[in-house]
Nanobody
Framework: QVQLVESGGGLVQPGGSLILSCVAS????????MRWYRHAPGKERELVAD???????AYAESVKGRFTISRDNAKNTLYLQMHSLRPEDTALYYC???????????????WGQGTQVTVSS
């Protein structure tokens, strides 16, 4: 059994900052990619940032230069630093990870429950 638990969301004014965290726990042999998605009401779910094993990162155009994804592999934790937040960043932010529970097993995709980010004055 694997769990992903996000935290760090909240209400922030435009121009403000937040740091989201996602902790993976349970039967974990190794983690491949870890990603942040967001889903706003009335919009498609969007891949915000991607952290591939080995240090490669990628970002949606809408957040480049404002958001930074990072990982602490020793703690199985993913972070998303968000700066210069805008009202259009308001969404439920989800963590997703590819996790192997054994050396021989394939990576399986797991999702967290999400943490709400609201940017409003």
């Amino acid at each position: 059994q694997v769990q992903l638990v996000e935290s760090g969301g909240g209400l922030v004014q435009p121009g403000g900052s937040l740091i989201l965290s996602c902790v993976a726990s349970g039967s974990i042999f190794s983690i491949t990619a870890m990603r942040w998605y967001r889903h706003a009401p009335g919009k498609e779910r969007e891949l915000v940032a991607d952290s591939i094993s080995g240090g490669t990162t990628a970002y949606a155009e809408s957040v480049k230069g404002r958001f930074t994804i990072s990982r602490d592999n020793a703690k199985n934790t993913l972070y998303l630093q968000m700066h210069s937040l805008r009202p259009e960043d308001t969404a439920l932010y989800y963590c997703q990870a590819g996790i192997r529970s054994s050396r021989a097993g394939p990576p399986m995709a797991y999702w967290g429950q999400g943490t709400q980010v609201t940017v409003s004055s």
